[in-house]
């Protein structure tokens, strides 16, 4: 009996630091999980969504990226879902029931695309309630794993990002392939209906995230919001948090050709959903390999040489693209399959490293007392980033005349796209010159 007890320990605390990343189990951590591997999850309707808007709206790529951009509206007013859940509490809790309209908004939002959707607006705005389901969830979770990670050491630094990115990497890995499969066998309406049960599970999972009852909404708690909002002035105002603040919105806000490359990649080189699946699996692989590699290697690395030369490769990776639009992958013997899965691989890893940066960055700026609320905003602002980045892509596929069936000037777009992605390098001084466990932020109480 001792020997098993010993066994099970020495299981438990090898699935706490090769798993969990040092993580202490909890039924809290399944919650945060789970709302995470939702996310991922949801993926299964992405190549759904994109042809719904292609084939069954007939929606150009201008078109579509300005939707994309748009649809992430409830992404850049996160910060007033972290005041609604603090300051109105719903039969006295702050997080639970949130949790719960969240997964059924996202439920309900997918069964309208899977019956009475049949416009662009309607398309629109029931795919940015799948968004605000998302990201209402989303901002819970971020002020759960926001509280825990302030008590890492440098040496964990990033432990829980990574362990939460994961989780939703997992999720994506899972839907990634079946996402075109499907697409093979049945309609895009059908797989709505199957992703409506996704967002069902965040309210399942909700209870288990433990908090105290709030029965009654005092004056001292319209206070303490009143005093948020005085720190979180005082936070924003300061160099130490508004440069990288500015400097992360450079970096994610240069133009994106993503619409582009899917209507070439369906209407030009005839890929089908089943190998678009196959690419996505690709990147969900890959995606989880990168935050190995930050995880394993770069997390003690400073912000600035990461961002540098993460930067600067992805930059030149980029630029590979090329080979395909121009169809020079063909002359020197490389099938556009497999230059796809493998380019896809090379710059998944890239951006998923130079992208956990961010959100260990974004912990370190958030001084104590106003984590959740100046996190959310720091996401706020990284999601308006790339609002703007998907109508800046559209914006440049207007002027080169880019549509379904004309891809003359693919080639410059890919060229602008990727040189403006260097834009972000002559403000590297705006980033910590090192990765210290926080930031020197001064708040008057």
């Known amino acids: 009996m001792l020997i098993s007890s010993s066994g099970l320990s020495k299981v438990k605390n090898s699935v706490q630091e090769k798993i969990l990343f040092g993580n202490e189990p909890s039924y809290e951590l399944v919650a945060i999980l789970t709302v995470y591997f939702v996310q991922g999850i949801l993926g299964l309707a992405r190549l759904a969504v994109s042809f719904f808007l292609k084939d069954e709206l007939l929606l150009s790529p201008v078109q579509v990226s300005a939707i994309l951009g748009i649809v992430s509206l409830p992404w850049i007013v996160k910060p007033l879902f972290g005041f609604m859940s603090d300051g109105l509490p719903i039969f006295g809790y702050r997080r639970c029931p949130y949790l719960v309209l969240s997964g059924i908004l996202g439920a309900i939002s997918w069964v309208s695309l899977a019956t009475v959707v049949h416009k662009p607006i309607t398309a629109t705005l029931a795919i940015m309630l799948s968004s605000l389901s998302v990201a209402v969830s989303d ?128 209407n030009e080189l005839h890929f089908q959903p089943e190998f678009l699946g196959r690419v996505r699996l690709v990147a969900s692989v890959a995606s989880l390999l990168g935050i190995w590699i930050f995880q394993r290697f770069l997390k003690t690395i400073p912000f600035r040489v990461i961002f540098a030369w993460s930067t600067l490769m992805s ?54 007392g106003i984590e959740a609320t100046l996190f959310a905003l720091l996401m706020s602002i990284f999601n308006l980033a790339g609002l703007v980045s998907y109508e800046l892509g559209a914006g440049l596929m207007h002027i080169l005349r880019i549509s379904d069936n004309n891809f003359d000037l693919l080639w410059l777009l890919v060229i602008i796209t990727n040189i403006s992605t260097l834009l972000p390098l002559p403000f590297l001084k705006w980033l910590p010159p090192a990765n210290k466990e926080a930031i020197p932020v001064k708040i008057m109480l």
């Not at 720190?231 to 992360?248: C, E, S």
């Not at 693209?321 to 090379?346: A, E, K, P, Q």
């Not at 490293?353 to 001084?367: K, N, Q, S």
Request: include cysteine; aromatic fraction near 12%; charged fraction near 10%.
């Open 315 to 368: 930059a030149v990776l980029g630029m590979t693209m090329l080979l395909l639009v121009t169809h020079t992958n063909r002359i020197i013997g490389i099938d556009d399959y497999w230059f796809s899965l493998g380019d896809s691989l090379i710059l998944t890893v890239m951006g998923q490293i130079a992208y956990m940066p961010v959100l260990v960055l974004a912990v370190r700026l958030c001084p104590s």
């Open 139 to 266: 901002v819970i979770v971020d002020s759960l794993v926001v509280e825990r990670a302030k008590a890492e050491s440098q040496t964990e630094a990033g432990s829980l990002q990574s362990l939460c990115w994961g989780a939703s990497a997992l999720g994506g890995i899972i839907t990634a392939y079946f996402s075109g499969i499907l697409l093979e066998h049945f309609t895009t309406r059908t797989i709505f209906w199957v992703t409506a049960s996704f967002p069902l599970l965040v309210s399942g999972v909700a209870w288990l995230i433990a908090e105290t009852p709030i029965y009654e909404v005092s004056k001292d708690n319209f206070l303490s919001i009143k005093n948020q909002l005085k720190q979180l002035y005082q936070a924003i105002t300061q160099k130490a948090i508004w440069l990288p603040a500015a400097f992360v919105f450079i970096w994610q806000a240069t133009p994106t050709a993503d619409s582009a490359f899917f209507f070439f990649t369906t």
